[in-house]
């Protein structure tokens, strides 16, 4: 990064609503709304519980570069 250069915040639309997957989204409707800023942002330390212990999505875990991603999301304020 050069002098002057500013790292933009992570941002749900932008960032971590292309994370999941319409199958994701699918399979947790029931429970949560993964394509809800609102939902997700509400949930959003129970969510990461979640992903850190594997349980989530269903059909296995995030890589670790996708778990921070989610966790520095939540750091910079979640921003929609």
Known sequence: ???G??????G??????PLF???DIDAMSRRLKL???DEVSGRAEDILDRLEAGNMP???A?????????RK?????RKP
């Open 35 to 37: 394509d809800s800023y």
């Open 58 to 60: 269903c059909d296995g």
């Open 21 to 23: 997957r319409q199958h």
């Open 73 to 77: 999301w939540i750091a910079d304020g």
């Open 12 to 17: 749900y639309a932008r960032d971590i609503r």
């Open 1 to 3: 990064m050069n002098a």
């Open 5 to 10: 250069e500013q790292v933009e915040a992570v």
């Open 62 to 70: 995030w890589p670790d570069e996708q778990i921070a991603l989610f």
